[in-house]
């Protein structure tokens, strides 16, 4: 059974947005462009090259000490986890494939490195930082490399290119949203024992959305705002353990289902403002669903409407 992975979306995530932003606020994002007549900003791009070198060796090396040095190794070998968690853990890889890279791919367009260039030294940052990990999982007695996780990392790294490809942009982002769930005081060790926690690990508490920026698709109608979304997302529910016959020995025992939303949101990657910082701090956070209206259907409870979601 594997509980590491519940963490990867905005462990994974949060590692490139905030170094950027901590290291780089007034220049992470101040340039993209895709013309070749710019120059390359070369003295840019090699500090925050190695500044996250750095940052994955450190990452690695205290993932190697402080997690897997815990559990006895042995030969590299696989783990089947489809069937766990609603498949929330894979959906949680697919975006943070997608968004390390994504983010990858605006710093270096920051760097002055064209859409393609951009997108083929930037575009597998994230598929390769969490094929690292899988490699660990693969020799550690604890876990075992997942061939779902892999699969799902590649499918996050495959959506992005797509969309670069087709577009030259994102047109459709992958959004995360979290509202604390009533289950995490059943299994605080596997849950979380507080709200960080429970941002992390808390499966019950997530969801993730496909948020589709519908202005990029009507050229022929510019007065259509070009910030608004529409957006779909997957949650689930009732899950205290990985798999519904595996809650130990507790005796609470919850109906799992899985949840559909359809809901509006706003694309903050597009917001321009006259100041640098903030349109700096509206890219690092613009993974985040925007609260709106939004129309659920749960697989055991049938539909509801929430006036406001998070």
Known sequence: MKFKPQMLFLKNTLFILLLTFILFPQSAFSQTTDSTANPINKKKF???????????SATMIGLNQLWYANYEREAFHFFDDDAEWNQM?????????????????????SCGYTS??????????????????????????????????????????????????????????????MTPSPYAKYRPDILGKNFQEQLLKDYNAQTYWLSLNVGS????????????????????????????????????????????????????????????????????????????????YNTDKGFDFHPLMF
Do not use: C
């Open 89 to 109: 853990d894979k959906i949680g890889h697919f975006g943070s494939a997608y968004y390390l890279g994504y983010m990858q791919i605006k710093i270096l367009k």
């Open 116 to 177: 393609k260039k951009s997108m083929l030294l930037g575009g597998s940052t994230g598929f390769i930082f969490l094929t690292s990990v899988e490699i660990l999982d693969g020799f550690s007695h604890g876990w075992g490399a997942s061939p779902g996780d892999v699969i799902a990392n590649t499918a996050g790294y495959v959506f992005l290119v797509a969309q670069e490809l087709a577009w030259k942009e994102q047109r459709i982002m992958l959004k995360f949203s």
């Open 217 to 296: 698709f009507m050229k022929s109608h510019p007065q259509f705002p070009k910030w608004l979304n529409v957006a779909v997302g997957y949650g689930a529910d009732g899950m205290i353990s990985a798999e519904a016959d595996k809650s130990g020995n507790l005796n609470q025992s919850f109906s799992r289902s899985r949840q559909f939303y359809l809901s509006l949101d706003l694309d903050l990657h597009r917001i321009k403002t006259k100041k640098i910082w903030l349109n700096t701090l509206l890219q690092t956070v613009g993974f985040i669903k925007i609260p709106f209206p939004t129309l659920e």
């Open 46 to 56: 090699k500090t925050i090259l190695a500044a996250e070198l750095v940052a994955y």
